[in-house]
């Protein structure tokens, strides 16, 4: 799943791509979070200061359909307001955090405000941002959350093969 997400970043002008967390992934920077399992939050915490550029694309490691995802985001982001602080997909009428596209400098002040990121939600840390939400009427932020719908997903992939 990891190398689906990172191919989806490069393929949409990624030069910079940096995982938080305990796994290898092809074309990409390993940082771990401190502590270890501390959540999306200290991942992304330990991942920014590997990251240079203006706006951050943040992605969480299990979306099967990241590449997709990724032209929705970068498509949304044509003639963005240069005031907001990123973009978000909505899906089902609930924020996707971990399907966006963030303004660096903003996260590192959510961050600073945060304090901690240990074990914080990504609602805490984005929360008070400005965002734009962008519509996901496919379920394209969708992630894969059980074992069985990673068994289902397989499934189709197996059967488109």
């Known amino acids: 799943m990891i190398d689906i997400v990172v191919s989806a970043a490069r393929e949409h002008g990624c030069e910079e791509v940096v995982v938080a967390g305990d796994i290898e992934a092809a074309g990409a920077v390993t940082v771990r979070e ?29 979306l099967p359909h990241a590449r997709l995802l990724c032209h929705l985001l970068f498509e949304s982001f044509r003639g963005v307001d ?4 990123g973009l978000v997909a909505l ?13 660096r400098r903003s996260v ?11 074990d914080a939600s990504m609602r805490d ?7 734009r939400e962008v519509q996901d009427p496919e379920g394209l932020s969708k992630d894969i959350d059980t074992p069985e719908e990673l068994e ?9 093969k």
């Open 125 to 131: 840390l984005f929360g008070g941002l400005e965002l």
């Open 34 to 62: 401190d502590p270890p399992f501390g959540g999306p939050a200290a991942g992304l915490a330990a991942a920014l200061p590997l990251a240079e550029s203006e706006w951050v694309l943040v992605l969480a490691c299990d």
């Open 91 to 103: 899906y089902e009428n609930r924020i996707q955090w971990l399907a966006g596209l963030y303004r």
């Open 82 to 85: 240069p005031g907001i602080d």
């Open 108 to 118: 590192e002040a959510a961050l600073a405000r945060l304090g901690d990121a240990a």
């Open 152 to 160: 289902a997903w397989t499934q189709r992939k197996e059967v488109e």
